[in-house]
């Protein structure tokens, strides 16, 4: 079946420093993975969608400076968060459409807690 | 664009009552996918139900839903809750390679 692995779990960074979170697709092709942040307290907002050999849309509010995706092919997306702030803290997901057995799969999820 | 729905904020229940939480959505699609997720504290989300076939009753884990495209719902129901019910439940929209979440409930069941 099709899978998502999304890493790390959970990581804490200082404030002003940054990191990088990375899903990889199993079992399926993923064309198109969209980023999406839980905040503390609310629901899942939509960051970016990456589409293989297009350009990526970011949502209002989200901006490539601030969260660059790379998904340089079929089965990695990653996405980095460039000096992180407390309001950055939060679930973050990647998730993909898997066209083939019309399904879309989330990965387990990235929890950053910023200090 | 896409939007989600649901019932807002807190249900409160005493076990063994029925559970119904309220999902409708807008889109511009004729084919989306609907989903409910469930999330318990400091966990991700976890799959608890989806569909994209109209009038189409859909059932895991007790908990069924159908959706039924010509009123835009795709409700979560439970003929019993339990305890272990307490969660957050979210339901979603997929459509054009991106999922539209609801806000949220917040179950809470009680002895």
């Known amino acids: 079946g099709a899978l998502v692995y999304q890493y790390p779990r959970r990581t804490i960074c200082k404030s002003g420093t940054s990191m990088r979170m990375e899903c990889q697709a199993v079992?399926?092709?993923?064309?198109?993975v969209a980023w999406y942040r839980q905040s503390p307290q609310k629901t899942f907002e939509l960051i970016a969608l990456s589409t293989v050999n297009s350009a990526i849309k970011y949502e209002q509010n989200f901006t490539q400076e601030k969260f660059p995706i790379s998904h340089p092919n079929l089965s990695f997306s990653s996405m980095t968060v460039l000096n992180a702030y407390l309001e950055d803290r939060g679930l973050y997901l990647c998730?993909?459409?898997?066209?083939?057995?019309?399904?879309?799969?989330f990965g387990s999820g990235t929890r950053l807690l910023v200090i | 664009g896409d939007s989600v729905t649901q019932t807002e904020g807190l249900v409160t229940l005493t076990e063994g009552l029925p559970v119904m939480l309220n999902c409708t959505y807008q889109?511009?699609?004729?084919?989306?996918?609907l989903f409910w997720y469930v999330q318990h504290l400091n966990e991700s989300p976890r799959l608890l139900l989806k569909?994209?076939?109209?009038?189409k009753r859909t059932e895991h884990q007790g908990f069924h839903a159908t959706l039924h495209k010509s009123s835009s719902s795709f409700h979560l129901q439970k003929s019993s809750a339990q305890l272990s019910d307490s969660a957050l439940y979210y339901c979603?929209?997929?459509?054009?390679?991106?999922?539209?979440f609801g806000s949220g409930t917040r179950l809470l069941v009680s002895p």
């Open positions: 079992g399926f092709q993923a064309t198109s």
């Open positions: 569909s994209f076939t109209d009038n």
């Open positions: 889109t511009i699609y004729s084919n989306p996918f």
């Open positions: 979603a929209l997929a459509g054009g390679y991106k999922v539209v």
């Open positions: 998730g993909a459409w898997d066209r083939e057995n019309s399904d879309y799969t």
